[in-house]
């Protein structure tokens, strides 16, 4: 047996759950593991959070985020128990009943999905931030940006991106990014897939939140932009409109200030995952990332048309080339 098994063993049986049935869980696309657990004599459920520190770092800062979330009435696992020292938590289980699937019919449905899942945005627009979070700060996010250039672009820049290419277009993106307040919480990962719909609960508890180890202090549209600008999913442009207005009412913001925001947030967080998805593939062989990319690609089109930073657009424009199956071909050959 290997020392990770036996770790997890000696976690488990020190915890009250040795000899629980394991069974595997979709994760994301960090190392870290997940199993749903059910205990061998109350056939209760729990999940394992398996996040080896020399891969994954610290979970301390998923506790900690965890625990603001929960104080505030939200849906975060409570953190049963814990040993950050090897890098495993035992999870309370929110099922796995994820928002994609709740919201996967059209219609009033998906409507009434979205709409609980922006209110929660609006609410924690609402709440003073957890304390001891980092800031998403505009040279962090105009470096991530130019992943896009790093990865995606012709093999031939992609090893070494052209270093006068690279510091315009982060130059520029730090300096529009520059412009906006960093002051609220921001999930940094809030889609469809990392979301769970808690039908038995009520208000704002009925989204159930995963994967926000990484939040920080960021822009108040950023995971507005996370949700309807999925990579992995279409949302109606009438269903993007009216979820855009809900958020702007609920926190009596101007809707064109607030498009602006998207905007901007969108291209860059859409670039970074064009960076990102492109890596995954190159580098680790995770080649069904590529899939996403197109989808993508047209959420950066409606940024590009949206936003008022010429400079900035036109350098994107000029250097991040359309996903035609010339590169998309390249970025599925993998490693």
């Known amino acids: 047996m290997s020392e990770r098994h036996d770790a997890i063993e ?18 994301d696309a960090s190392p870290r593991r997940y199993d749903r657990l059910l205990h061998p004599q109350s056939n209760a459920s729990a999940v394992l959070m398996d996040a080896p520190p020399q891969e994954c770092g610290s979970q301390r800062q998923f506790m900690h985020i965890s625990a603001y979330l929960r104080s505030l009435g939200l849906s975060a696992p409570e953190v049963v128990e814990s040993n950050l020292e090897a890098g495993l938590l035992l999870l309370e289980d929110l099922g796995d009943n ?10 009033d449905r998906e409507r009434h999905a979205y709409q609980v899942a922006v209110d929660v945005l609006a609410y924690l627009c609402q709440q003073a931030p957890p304390s001891n979070v980092p800031s998403y700060t505009a040279a962090v996010q105009a470096d991530f940006a130019a992943l896009a250039l790093d990865w995606y672009c012709d093999e031939s820049e992609r090893s070494s991106a052209p270093s006068e290419v690279r510091l315009e277009m982060e130059s520029l993106m730090c300096d529009a990014l520059s412009g906006l307040t960093l002051d609220r919480f921001t999930h940094r990962d809030y889609h469809a897939e990392n979301l769970i719909w808690l039908r038995d609960r009520q208000g704002l508890s009925r989204i159930g939140l995963l994967d ?9 549209a950023y995971d507005l932009v996370s949700l309807i600008e999925d990579a992995r999913r279409d949302v109606d442009m009438q269903l993007r409109r009216h979820l855009i207005k809900r958020f702007a009412a609920s926190n009596d913001l101007c809707e064109e200030t607030l498009d602006q925001q998207i905007a901007l947030c969108g291209l860059q967080r859409n670039l970074r995952i064009v960076g990102v998805f492109s890596r995954l593939s190159l580098a680790y062989g995770r080649k069904h990332y590529v899939d ?11 940024n590009l ?3 008022d930073a010429p400079d900035l657009v036109r350098c994107v424009q000029r250097h991040i080339p359309p996903p035609d199956t010339r590169i998309l071909a390249r970025l599925k050959a993998g490693p």
């Not at 488990?12 to 069974?23: F, I, P």
């Not at 994820?98 to 219609?107: E, K, Y």
């Not at 926000?212 to 108040?220: H, N, P, S, T, V």
């Not at 996403?292 to 409606?302: A, E, S, T, Y």
Request: glycine letters at 14%; aromatic letters at 10%.
């Open 10 to 27: 000696a976690f488990l049986d020190s915890c009250g759950w040795g000899g629980a049935t394991r069974t595997p869980l979709a994760g």
């Open 98 to 107: 994820l928002l994609v699937l709740a919201a996967r019919d059209s219609g």
């Open 212 to 220: 926000f180890q990484d939040g920080a202090l960021g822009c108040i």
């Open 292 to 302: 996403f990319i197109p989808r993508v690609w047209k959420h950066l089109q409606i």
């Open 305 to 307: 048309a949206m936003l």
